[in-house]
């Protein structure tokens, strides 16, 4: 099974989920049914140290850890190491959250870097996904193509209670958008805000009918009750 199959659920904080409990955590994600976790491990060139807590919890529970970390471009050796600190804390994937710094005048440069120093790093054999903006007509200046030729999973930011959007149109017209990169689609959507139980379930379903591998929701400490009860229903 790929690291990105199921659904999945992203911690930003680890603290602000479950009291930062990793025990209570990990069996709560049990409960709903997760494959996984996608947790933060790194911003820019800084490691954050609470990837490391949640490790050994996980993998007792059978869950996968993805790391993520926001990429900013212009610390990439420090990304590389804090990528590396994930990966021998126990990180079996990795995911690239590029967004706005990308799309500036460079953005393409930086993001061959980036690639070039993860392909010369011992992190080079993981499976690397890149998460960033759902629509690459609305961002013609973002290197989609770049983060495609050398990463694994495509996993857009399908956030439909941003636009006022039906969540399936959203994660329709992305997948429609992003297949032109020939990458597995694994889409994240909205557990946050103004987003509603019936648009997850929504949300679920269309990804289900469209036989994606895979789905994961921001975030875990922005979730409502309601929410996670929305994503234990969801087959895929």
């Known amino acids: 099974m790929k690291p990105y199959a199921g659904k ?3 911690i930003w904080e680890l603290q602000n989920c479950i009291h930062g409990d990793p025990v209570a955590l990990c069996k709560a994600a049990n409960v709903l049914g997760l494959s996984g976790l996608i947790v933060k491990a790194w911003d820019g060139g800084n490691y954050w140290l609470q990837f490391g807590k949640i490790i050994a919890a996980a993998h007792k529970a059978g869950l996968l850890v993805g790391a993520w970390g ?3 471009g212009r610390e990439i050796p420090g990304e590389v190491r804090a990528m590396t600190r994930a990966l021998q804390a126990g990180a079996d994937w990795f995911v ?5 710094e990308y799309e500036a005048l460079g953005g393409q440069r930086r993001a061959q870097a980036l690639l070039d120093a993860i392909s010369a790093s011992r992190v080079s054999n993981a499976t690397i996904g890149y998460s960033t903006f759902d629509l690459p007509e609305m961002h013609p200046d973002f290197p989609y193509e770049t983060f495609s030729q050398r990463c694994h999973v495509c996993m857009p930011q399908v956030y439909w209670a941003e636009r006022k959007q039906d969540p399936a149109v959203g994660l329709h017209n992305s997948l429609a958008q992003c297949a032109r990169y020939g ?3 694994a889409p994240t959507g909205d557990a946050y805000g103004a ?5 997850i379930k929504a949300f679920g379903l269309a990804a289900k009918a469209a036989g994606l591998p895979g789905i994961s929701f921001w975030s875990w400490q922005h979730a409502t009750a309601g929410m996670l009860d929305a994503i234990k229903g969801i087959q895929i």
Do not use: C, R
Not at 96 to 100: N, P, Q, R, S, T
Not at 195 to 199: C, G, L
């Open 8 to 10: 999945q659920l992203w």
């Open 70 to 72: 926001y990429s900013y």
């Open 96 to 100: 690239i959250d590029a967004e706005i």
């Open 183 to 185: 990458l597995p689609f």
């Open 195 to 199: 987003s509603t139980p019936e648009q």
